[in-house]
């Protein structure tokens, strides 16, 4: 890298952006429209409805001030669910980052019996997440799951009946659908880097290991960025995986903030707390985004190809 | 005034696109059909047994009336719920809405969604008087009653395998104390004593529901139902709370039991597998046993008694727990034409066809005397013994989730499930509950 040339900093951006005659910005408007009002109209109605005690029988909707954020606030449930949610989300970070990691490396080179792998390893991510669960929670009924059909001891462990073993599922089934599509991603972005630095690396005596930390691992810093944004922001919203393998049980062992909201909400018709919730899942996700972006240095479109 | 108009335009935006989420499962638009001609609106639940005896019942009237029809959309279960409420809040609702009466009755009657029908039945006595009057007690809301009650009576009884006491040279327990030294024995011959489908907590449920009432009688319930402060402190619900524990604690359900759905029947699967000796669950159990269990009926292996007592308690043995009946309001938006529909509707219902076709899927119409009827059915000794349960309880209590507010409802269920998780103990469940009374 010494050897590079000083960085000529690229010509300003002319004034029509694009580089194209005309404007551009019309591009934006489907997006912004959809986004709009999917994401934005629906918010706004929630954030509202937090402020309110709608029992979503009555045609009208009392406006009741901060009573819901007081119940939601002072009701020990809520630092329960921050904590089972925060849990499942560094649990499923920790376990899928360094399989998808190692195993996009391993799709990435072009060999055809690894581009046959990949079409398999790609297949649990094709499959609904009830289906998912459903199939999971019977293997794993402790009366008629798998330990029992095929009598191994170590599989007749109460799974989905005992607190932590219950965590450790959700986890273990999150990880399994989604570690394919964070492969994907990890296999497009090591086919970015240029055979040129592995090509260089060799040359200076580099072994496997060692490129791989030194060249494979720092360049796909944006790339894991981006995964481990989608996993962690995504990990709020895990719902109905859960609902359909624990519905929050045993106890609230497994109740996440999105189990805890939809509870509240469409179980015991307490919308307004409901929103709340909803409002406190938008607020801790986009902190999250915007760290995880922060993480990525302050110009996140910086180049990691300067030199090359 | 503009503020309340948003909220409601943003929460029918929030609500449409729920809707719309939910698919292609039917139109929305439940009472909006022809008005003036009074087309009435009718939701109720799909799926086997009940589906094709209800669509029946609506098929014969419409059949018989060329003025008014009836028009039919079916739900699954829970999906129902959801929607129902959903068209309820949104001002949609069909003209007939089919449901559990009860603190879900109650909800629709204080925001003024459904009519009294308390002077319909004054003029039409033979209406009345030909029902159970206790399915009336879920029906009724602050002394009016507010549904009509129909279909069939579902007592929660105990059902056990006659296969695995005869093989253990065991008697059935008539009292609490022989339950609990029963279950050391079940256990050492590798079978569990009691089967339970624990994550649906309302299984659960059924279990305190009568320890209860046999401790401390109907009235223990009925402080909480009436939104006594601190009703949960009552020492016989102490007792009936430690007691479920002390047979939790002692192995008396199934492993695994809080990780078993009802909804996938394998609480039943377990007891005509003999895998479990006993089951307490709803009389529907002998429809599902019978369907799924392959001869085990046939055979004689199943046998059935109501709860049993317990020592020094007050509650009438006789007395019993489950769904009165099932109950039909009307919408209080429907036009008059649509509830004249409906009432002549209501007026039609469980005629003999009906009744059969309940008796054919082991179920006891809430019709009296349809005990007659019951001597020939393949399930006759079944039936006659629900029919008389349900006919010669002292009283008939209603599910506790049903009987109490959607939002004091939930909050049992989630301290029910740390009850059976020792996750909470006896006096710190009747803490959290305490807090929700009246609620």
Known sequence: MTLAPPVVPSAPP???????????????????????????????????????SWNRLSTDIPFTGLDSWRSVLSD????????????????????????????????????????????????????????????????????????????????????????TLALCVVVFVVSWQFIPFHTLIYQGGIRQIPTSMYEAAQIDGAGRIRQFFNITLPQLKYTIIT????????????????????????????????????QRGFKADLMGPASAIAVILVLVGLALALGLRRLGGRDASASQLEGV | MKRRNFLTLSAGAAAGAALAACGSSGPSDGSTGDTASGEAGYWFLSGPPGEPIRQGAVDRFNKANSGGQIKV?????????????????AGQAPSIIWGWGGGGLKSYVDNNQVDD?????????????????????????????????????QPIVMFYNKEVFEKLKLTPPQTWGEVMSLVPKINAAGVAPFSLGGQSRWTNMMWLEFLFDRIGGPEVFQSVFDGEANAWNNPAAIQGL???????????????????????????????????????????????????????????KLGYMNFPTVEG???????????????????????????????????????????????????????????????????????????????????????????????????????????????????????????????
């Not at chain 2, 209406?127 to 549904?147: E, Q």
């Not at chain 2, 309880?393 to 939930?410: H, I, R, V």
């Open chain 1, 76 to 163: 020990p449930g809520l630092p329960h669910a921050l904590w089972v949610t925060f849990l499942i989300m560094a649990l499923s970070w920790l376990f899928q980052t360094p399989i998808s990691l190692l195993l996009g490396v391993f799709i990435a080179a072009h060999k055809r019996y690894r581009s046959v792998l990949a079409v398999l390893f790609f297949v649990p991510l094709l499959l609904s997440q009830a289906a998912i669960s459903i199939t999971y929670k019977a293997l794993l009924d402790p009366n008629f799951g798998l330990g029992a059909g095929l009598g191994f001891e170590f599989l007749q462990q109460d799974w989905l009946g005992d607190s």
């Open chain 1, 227 to 262: 995964s481990s944004t989608l996993m962690v922001v995504g990990s709020l919203t895990f719902f109905d995986l859960i609902w359909v393998l624990t519905a929050g049980g045993p106890g609230d062992a497994t109740r996440a903030l999105a189990v805890d909201m939809y």
């Open chain 2, 73 to 89: 959309t079916t739900f699954q279960n829970d999906a129902y719920k959801d929607k129902l409420k959903t068209a309820l809040g």
């Open chain 1, 14 to 52: 002319a004034a029509s952006s694009g580089g194209r005659s005309g404007s551009v910005t019309w591009m934006a408007w489907p997006a912004l429209v959809a986004f709009v009002a999917f994401g934005v109209v629906p918010l706004i109605g929630v954030v509202l409805l937090s402020f309110t």
């Open chain 2, 313 to 439: 308690g007050k509650g009438d043995p006789s007395n019993t727990v489950g769904n009165a009946g099932q109950f039909l309001s009307i919408y209080s938006k429907a036009s008059d034409a649509q509830k004249e529909t409906a009432k002549k509707f209501f007026t039609s219902l469980l005629d003999d066809t009906e009744q059969q076709g309940w008796i054919e899927t082991g179920g006891v119409p809430i019709v009296k005397g349809s005990d007659a009827k019951l001597a020939a059915s393949p399930d006759a000794d079944f039936l006659k013994f629900i029919y008389n349960v349900s006919s010669s309880a002292k009283y008939f209590g209603q599910s506790w989730d049903q009987a109490l507010s959607p939002t004091a409802a939930e909050t049992l269920l989630d301290n029910i499930a740390k009850l059976f998780q020792m996750q909470v103990s006896p006096q710190q469940f009747a803490d959290n509950m305490n807090q929700v009374i009246g609620k």
């Open chain 2, 117 to 153: 029908l308390t002077d319909w039945f004054a003029q039409n006595p033979a209406v009345k008087d030909r029902l159970f009057p206790a399915s009336f007690g879920p029906a009724t809301i602050n002394d009016k009653i507010y549904a009509m009650p129909c279909e069939t009576v």
């Open chain 2, 242 to 300: 430690t007691e479920m524990q002390k047979l939790i604690q002692a192995n008396g359900f199934v492993k695994g039991f809080s990780s078993i759905t009802a909804d996938s029947n394998a609480d039943q699967a377990l007891l005509y597998r003999g895998k479990a000796a006993m089951m307490l669950h709803g009389s529907w159990s002998y429809g599902i046993i019978s369907a799924e269990g392959g001869s085990f009926i046939k055979d004689g």
